[in-house]
């Protein structure tokens, strides 16, 4: 009798490394990542509009928020999802060298939007609003230091990913390693238009305020 062909076990992970889904472990895992961090912003997000507009003392959103330059540096982040797009393209058809400068181009972009939030903050702390001087900058810092927090941890993960095709040339073997990071990448970015929206906008858009 001829040897059955060998099955793969209920529960167990085969060999290649990929499961049932056919999902790439590290995609899977960074999925599961995104959904915890999708809770946990949504905490912060949810936090801060059940104490919008308690602040008993100012400056409050209107006295500091400067709408016209944070939508610059809004476009700044969503023109490097872009980027991102171009990198993820150019290492799957092995061109490396546009890779590595698209790459580099979603980290610098990334970096400018960065450079834009300092900018704001210490702005923002000289027209009084601290961490600690009232609610809504309690929230406001907590709630988009934190999404610049993960800002910074993208432009070092993509900075990195340029250095290691240095040390050791990628190609579109690799494209998954870099589309686990596109993957945090267009988060974060998909988490600055509801802050932008829910934080920036609304208290500008007649009637929409709270």
């Known amino acids: 009798m001829a040897a ?6 209920a529960g167990t992970v085969p060999a290649h490394g990929w499961r049932s889904s056919s999902l790439p472990d590290m995609k899977l895992m960074m999925w599961i990542f995104l959904a915890s961090d ?12 059940i104490y919008k507009g308690r602040s008993l003392t100012g400056p409050y959103p209107q006295d500091v928020l400067d709408i016209p330059l944070t939508t610059v540096s809004t476009f700044v982040l969503l ?24 790459t580099f181009g979603v980290a610098f972009f990334g970096a400018i939007f960065l450079g834009f939030q300092v900018y704001e903050f210490n702005h923002f702390v000289d027209l009084g609003l601290t961490l600690q001087g009232n609610l809504f900058g309690t929230t406001f810092y907590v709630l988009t230091g934190t999404h ?3 800002v910074a941890i993208g432009v070092l993960w993509l900075l990195s990913i340029v250095v290691a095709s240095y040390v050791r040339p990628w190609t579109s073997k690799d494209a998954t390693n870099l589309e686990v990071a596109g993957l945090y990448w267009h988060f ?4 600055w238009i509801v802050i932008f929206t829910l934080v920036y906008l609304v208290d500008f858009i007649p009637g929409a305020g709270g």
């Open 4 to 9: 059955d062909a060998p099955t793969q076990a």
């Open 38 to 49: 999708i809770m946990f912003f949504g905490t912060l997000i949810g936090t801060y509009l």
């Open 79 to 102: 023109m490097s999802s872009f980027l991102m797009v171009i990198a993820l393209d150019a290492l799957k058809r092995n061109d490396v060298a546009k890779f590595r400068l698209w």
């Open 148 to 150: 610049g927090v993960h």
């Open 188 to 191: 974060v970015d998909v988490v």
